[in-house]
């Protein structure tokens, strides 16, 4: 709920002509008719980029939303190649295999759930970009952004990714996966030298197994989009990961 204050900032001047009136159905119908555009159904929260109120729980807005999503996949080949006339720009890997999946809650409700970071060339800082769909994103990388760092990114801004079936274990150091660039990229310590205690999986040869112990860990740092190794998918994404066999008919599995 927004505080008093706040409510009395924001949208004290825009409410005060308005009669304090239930609004009829045929307003409310009016109303839902005249949205025409996806970016129509936003304007909530303090910067107006959340989902508007009315379609948090509506079905149809969230399919229409997922649709839009899967659409991410008409400009990319076999190869995994995004063409537009004479550009072309090679989508990761991880990136296209975290896209295959439906959007979450917390990107239907977000406006821009995705990014493009890249380095400005004569200034050398840091650009962001913030983008609706991963297909805009990946267009304007495709057609702008490449020629200008060949490492610009797409970035995932509200939800982390966990790491695909197929890359696990097989990212080698010092490479990681991050579930916010939804790809394998280096991590570094902060300048500060910031730590944090956390459970780390680590091989016992007196066990004969893997074992979690509590440990002071150094803050990491994805150089590309800034996530850390505090964050619980980048963790659990970064562990060793083992198989366990189940026999067919087991119906209970013992814990090792
Ligand atoms: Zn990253």
Request: glycine share 10%.
């Given at each position: 709920m927004p505080s008093p204050s706040r409510r009395g900032r924001g949208g004290g001047d825009r409410n005060a002509?308005?009669?304090?009136?239930a609004p009829s159905v045929r307003a409310v119908r009016?109303?839902?008719?005249?949205?025409?555009?996806?970016?129509?159904l936003y304007g909530a929260g303090?910067?107006?980029?959340?989902l508007d109120s009315r379609f948090t729980r509506s079905a149809k807005v969230s399919k229409l939303l997922q649709r839009r999503h899967k659409h991410v996949f008409?400009?990319?080949?076999?190869?995994?190649?995004?063409?537009?006339?004479s550009?072309?720009?090679?989508?990761?890997?991880?990136?296209r295999l975290c896209l295959k999946r439906p959007l979450v809650y917390g990107q239907i409700v977000n406006q821009y759930p995705w990014a493009v970071v890249w380095t400005s060339p004569?200034?050398?800082?840091?650009?962001?970009k913030l983008f609706a769909t991963p297909l805009s994103a990946i267009h304007f990388i495709a057609t702008k952004a490449q020629y200008v760092d060949r490492q610009s990114a797409v970035i995932s801004r509200c939800v982390g990714y966990?790491?695909?079936l197929r890359y696990v274990n097989k990212i080698p150091r010092p490479?990681?996966?991050c579930p916010y660039c939804m790809t394998a990229r280096k991590f570094r310590r902060r300048s500060n030298g910031d730590t944090f205690y956390a459970q780390r999986k680590e091989w016992s040869e007196e066990k004969g197994r893997y074992v979690w112990h509590e440990r002071k860990l150094a803050v990491l740092e994805c150089t590309r989009c800034g996530s850390t190794n505090q964050d619980i998918h980048m963790r659990r994404s970064n562990q060793p990961w083992e198989v366990n066999r189940i026999k067919p008919g087991a119906r209970r599995v013992r814990r090792k």
């Open positions: 002509p308005k009669k304090v009136q009016e109303s839902a008719r005249r949205i025409s555009r996806v970016s129509d303090e910067t107006g980029r959340l008409r400009g990319i080949d076999d190869q995994g190649v995004y063409r537009y006339r550009h072309a720009w090679k989508v990761p890997g991880g990136v004569s200034t050398g800082r840091r650009k962001r966990d790491i695909p490479w990681r996966w």
